[in-house]
């Protein structure tokens, strides 16, 4: 049963930078994104990884190409309907966690949530509900400052996800962690694709993030160069042997 | 969560708080002193316009001010105006700027003011110490408990020479100020014709009461033409008058409303910079609000919650200042007045200036790109 994709980006370019600087980024790259799927991004440093993220989160403008959202095309949008969008569907979560310094973790889900309109008690309660949920119920007045980097992760997820958004797309959101802590985050999102029946992207270098994997889709200077889909019913090793022996083919 | 956020960014930076508070305070308190000390200037130079009772005046042609009216009219004026339909009483006042010799040497400038406030025209007020009874007994005068040291007497009995005569002091006001720091010397009005050397109807000013239901400006322009060398006016526009002559044409009033722009120019430069420099520090937070999927009206928002709060801490602090201000330049010659409405001005102005301040903040975010999210 293949669902309809919530996030699809179709035929995109992207170049960046301007005169002899310029740079094609993406070269054509289309992608879908479907619920209850957690997807892959891999690819080596400078593959055009956080320009194609960057372009389905819509933060940025494709060169070419539209990206559909919802079966909804994005293509003239101004750059204030582009923050609609985001409000209505998408949740980010950053290596660097940014996080706000000076809210403490409810605080810092709150905003999130008082960026869509939602304040107040109900709010508050769905705040600290999702932060329980990844498991830091005890740390709901502490401030990033005070936290670990797997618990300032965490509550980055919480605050991705606690809008409800159909889709979080996740910029190398283990980089920064220690193995453990990298493992509690991906396991975390994987049950959110799972269990709430999300579409999660997450771009990696880090092969520990195999295991969690529905899909992996491989990009290299601007181009999907190919995909691997974890079969139904096969566990997340198998994903892990599939890389193992595609590096080995290369 | 807004205002959570605008709050913790401001306190976040105490140095850069501690810069903008200043900015913001020393705005409020020089513009508060400056206003201060025009509207306690405009009071006392309309403190006896203020205090009399008529609606029009008979003035000197060309006279200036409540000191300036010379001692020119004469009572065919007054059976002039007491002619004109609509007049129900014409009641003439004595105003002369005259010398006060010091009981211990040298001398000193007062201003006459001869009233009789049986009449109902002028009625010394704050009369603290002593009665006008007791000013209508022999050489009796009323002058106000500040000036005493300035005119070398202690108190009540004590004894002058002003122009031709004596005179003693029988009663004190309190806060009866004058602009021109000549102390008004009130005293009834054949007494002061004759300190002057005055003829028995010389007057300086007659105010005019209307019958009930008279039409001031009717009345005005039937009285005027009854005169060659008078004028009428209006109480409205013989207080304008003063003021102009006073603050305007002395330069005094210009330069004290020039000190209050100059104080909320450099105010505003202060607190825009500290502003513009605290929204850079927390571009990428803004950023992030923005991949977020806020709109810019919300982190406008936070800017302006920044900028409101600084205002409402900056004014409550400043008027603190400049109450205390107030309170110390009570005794002195030229005390600053506070009232309710300079009070709101003031806050208005407040609010203005972080508004006028938050704008380069605000330019500084239009420009956020969200991209800048991924870059670590
Ligand atoms: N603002 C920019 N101006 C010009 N070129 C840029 C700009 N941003 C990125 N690039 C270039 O675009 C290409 C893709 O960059 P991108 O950041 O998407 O790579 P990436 O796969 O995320 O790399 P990494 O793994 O190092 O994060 C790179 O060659 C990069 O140098
Ligand atoms: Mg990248």
Request: net charge positive.
């Given at each position: 049963m293949k669902r309809e994709p919530v996030l699809e980006a179709v035929d995109i370019v992207k170049e960046l930078g301007?005169?002899?600087?310029?740079?094609?980024?993406?070269k054509g790259v289309s992608m879908a994104l479907r619920p209850s799927e957690l997807t892959l991004l891999m690819g080596p440093s400078g593959s055009g990884k956080t320009t194609l993220l960057s372009i389905l989160g819509c933060i940025l403008k494709p060169t070419s190409g539209d990206v559909r959202v919802v079966g909804e095309?994005?293509?003239?949008?101004?750059a204030e309907q582009l923050a609609t969008v985001r409000r209505a569907h998408i949740g980010f979560i950053f290596q660097s966690y940014n996080l706000f310094p000076t809210l403490s973790a409810i605080e810092n889900v709150r905003i999130a949530l008082d960026v869509r309109g939602q304040s107040g008690f109900k709010a508050a309660a769905r705040a600290e509900e999702v932060l329980r949920d990844v498991g830091l119920g005890h740390r709901l007045r502490y401030h990033p400052g005070n936290m670990s980097g797997g618990e300032q992760q965490r509550v980055a997820v919480a605050r991705a996800i606690a809008a409800s958004p159909s889709v979080v797309l996740a910029d190398e959101p283990t980089a920064a962690l220690d193995t453990e802590n990298g493992h509690a985050v991906m396991a975390l999102l994987a049950r959110i694709a799972k269990e709430q029946a999300r579409s999660v992207l997450v771009v990696t270098h880090d092969p520990r993030t195999l295991p969690y994997a529905d899909r992996v889709v491989r990009i290299e200077d601007g181009r999907i160069v190919g995909e691997e889909r974890r079969p139904e019913g096969l566990d997340a090793p198998e994903i892990t042997d599939l890389a193992k022996r595609r590096k080995a083919h290369a | 969560m807004i205002l959570t956020l605008a709050f913790r960014n401001l306190f976040h930076d105490r140095v850069r708080l501690a810069v903008t508070l200043i900015g913001i305070l020393f705005s409020i308190v020089l513009v508060a002193v400056q206003l201060g000390l025009y509207l306690g200037s405009s009071r006392m130079i309309t403190s006896n316009i203020d205090n009399a009772r008529g609606e029009l005046w008979i003035t000197a042609f060309g006279a200036k001010s409540f000191e300036d009216g010379g001692l020119l009219l004469h009572s065919a004026e007054r059976h002039q105006a007491l002619a004109a339909a609509g007049v129900a009483e014409v009641i003439p006042l004595v105003v002369s700027f005259a010398e006060w010799r010091r009981p211990n040497g040298g001398s000193t400038r007062v201003v006459v003011v001869g009233t009789d406030p049986e009449d109902g025209g002028l009625v010394p007020w704050s009369l603290t110490d002593g009665t006008w009874l007791d000013v209508k007994s022999p050489d009796g005068i009323a002058v106000d408990k500040s000036y005493l040291a300035e005119l070398d007497v202690k108190g009540i009995g004590d004894t002058a020479q002003v122009a031709h005569g004596r005179v003693r002091i029988k009663a004190l006001t309190e806060g009866v100020r004058s602009f021109t720091q000549a102390p008004y010397a009130y005293m009834p009005i054949s007494r002061a014709r004759h300190l002057l050397g005055a003829p028995g109807d010389a007057t300086s000013f007659y105010l005019v009461k209307l019958q009930p239901g008279a039409d001031v400006e009717s009345v005005r322009r039937d009285l005027k033409s009854r005169f060659e060398s008078a004028e009428v006016l209006t109480a409205e526009e013989f207080r304008d008058r003063s003021l102009n002559t006073w603050l305007f044409q002395t330069g005094a009033g210009v330069a004290l409303i020039g000190g209050a722009l100059l104080g909320l120019l450099v105010g505003t430069v202060i607190v825009a910079q500290t502003l513009y420099s605290s929204t850079k520090d927390h571009l990428a937070e803004f950023a992030t609000l923005r991949a977020l999927g806020s709109s810019s009206g919300y982190i406008h928002k936070v800017i302006l919650g920044q900028a409101g709060l600084s205002a409402v801490i900056g004014y409550v602090l400043g008027m603190i200042i400049a109450l205390a201000v107030v309170y110390a330049s009570r005794g002195t010659p030229l005390p600053m007045v506070m009232t309710p409405w300079l009070a709101a001005a003031l806050f208005a102005v407040t609010i203005f200036m972080c508004a006028i301040s938050q704008l380069s903040a605000i330019f500084k975010v239009t420009k956020i790109d969200p991209a800048m999210v991924f870059s670590k």
């Open positions: 301007s005169g002899a600087a310029k740079v094609q980024a993406l095309s994005t293509i003239g949008m101004s | -």
